[in-house]
Structures are given as structure tokens and as C-alpha cells.
């Protein structure tokens, strides 16, 4: 049974850090991250392909790594300079499908295989 198991979720000043990471159980899928605010709808935030190719929505560029390591079976999201507008539910999702950083990104959110969720709130 292909589990996802997030954690490393918690509460932040604007400007701090935290580590997200994803245990799971399944090999040749494409892996990422969405998230989801109360009232908004889910967002692509990370994207790491099969081939190691990773893609960042453009709100979180430059500020996210996505990062995989296969031998621990974990999926990591580092964020940095957080800012209150990255307050969310943050999902890690996988998808056997064939498809480009971009459409995955964009499907992230409907991705049948996903976690619990961690819930991630930044302060001002």
C-alpha cells in the first residue's frame, strides 16, 4: 500500500525557515508539493520529476528547494524567508503519469496519491 506521510510543519515568524518532509513507500513516481489556504484553492508549489528535474510555482522561486532522498525514501521541502502569504496546508503528492514539470505543477492539487497534510502558518 503506497503511503505519504508528511511532517515538519509548525508556526514561524516571516522571514524564518522550516524543513517539510514526506516519507513514502512507492518508486518511479514524479513527487511534489501543494498547498492550500482556507478559502483558496490548492496551489503547485514544488515539483521533483523522475529524472531529478524540479519546477517552483512562481510565488515560491527562489525561496523552496524540493529535494529527494531515495535512500532514506524521504522528499524534503526547505523554505526560507517565509512570508504570512505562505500560510497553508501543505500536501506531498506523487503521480505515476507521464507529464511536464509545468502540468504537474499545474495538476499537483488532484493528484490522487497524497498525505495527510502539514499545516505550515507564518506570522508577520
Known amino acids: 500500500q503506497v503511503q505519504l506521510v508528511e511532517s515538519g510543519g509548525g508556526s514561524v515568524q516571516a522571514g524564518g525557515s522550516l524543513r517539510l518532509s514526506c516519507a513514502y513507500s512507492?518508486?518511479?513516481?514524479?513527487m511534489g508539493w501543494f498547498r492550500q489556504a482556507p478559502g483558496k484553492e490548492r496551489e503547485g508549489v514544488a515539483v521533483i520529476l523522475i529524472s531529478g528535474f524540479t519546477a517552483y510555482a512562481d510565488s515560491v522561486k527562489g525561496r523552496f528547494t524540493i529535494s529527494k532522498d531515495n535512500a532514506k525514501n524521504t522528499l524534503y521541502l526547505q523554505m526560507n524567508n517565509l512570508k504570512p502569504e505562505d500560510t497553508a496546508m501543505y500536501y506531498c503528492?506523487?503521480?505515476?503519469?507521464?507529464?511536464?514539470?509545468?502540468?504537474?505543477?499545474?495538476?499537483?492539487?488532484?493528484?490522487?496519491?497524497r498525505g495527510q497534510g502539514t499545516q505550515v502558518t507564518v506570522s508577520s
Open positions: 512507492l518508486r518511479g513516481y514524479l
Open positions: 503528492a506523487a503521480s505515476s503519469g507521464a507529464m511536464s514539470a509545468s502540468e504537474a505543477l499545474r495538476r499537483m492539487g488532484t493528484f490522487s496519491l
